[in-house]
Every structure is written in C-alpha cells, then in structure tokens.
C-alpha cells in the first residue's frame, strides 16, 4: 500500500579484502594470519564469493568472516611478498 513492504532489488557491495597493511588479498597469495594460530595460510575461495584461509601449518580452515581486526574492518593477515617466499 505505502511501499513498505515492496522488494527492491538489493544492490550486492563488491568486498575488496585488504591485509593489516591496506594490501589488496586475492585468492591464491600467501598470508600470515594474526588469530587462531594459523601461521602462514594460503588465500582460497571460500563459501558465497567470499575468501578462507588454509594453514599451511596445520590442517584447518577459517572464513574471512573470523579475521575481520574490528578497528579497521580490514583482515587481521599480513601479505606475504611473492618475492620473499
């Protein structure tokens, strides 16, 4: 009646993920995560278009959505150089 209720099509917000550093992270780069004592991680395709991390230390997995530094809303990793591999 007032349009309250009507379905408007909802625009999906490109995320742009971005380490300590302000660096953009991209799936397939080397980071070292800052929680859950990952250590260093390799950047996948996750769940619904989103990112995970996969330990290369240990055999676990964790989502963007958990590394998230509350301040600044980038990702609590740091990118490591392809050069310093």
Known sequence: MFGWFSKKGKKKKERTFLDLNQN?????DKVRSFRYDLGICEVIEGENGGISYKSTEK???????????ASTENQKVELINK???
């Open 24 to 28: 953009p992270i991209q799936i397939g």
């Open 59 to 69: 055999d676990s997995v964790v989502s963007w959505i958990k590394m998230i530094d």
């Open 83 to 85: 050069e310093n591999n």
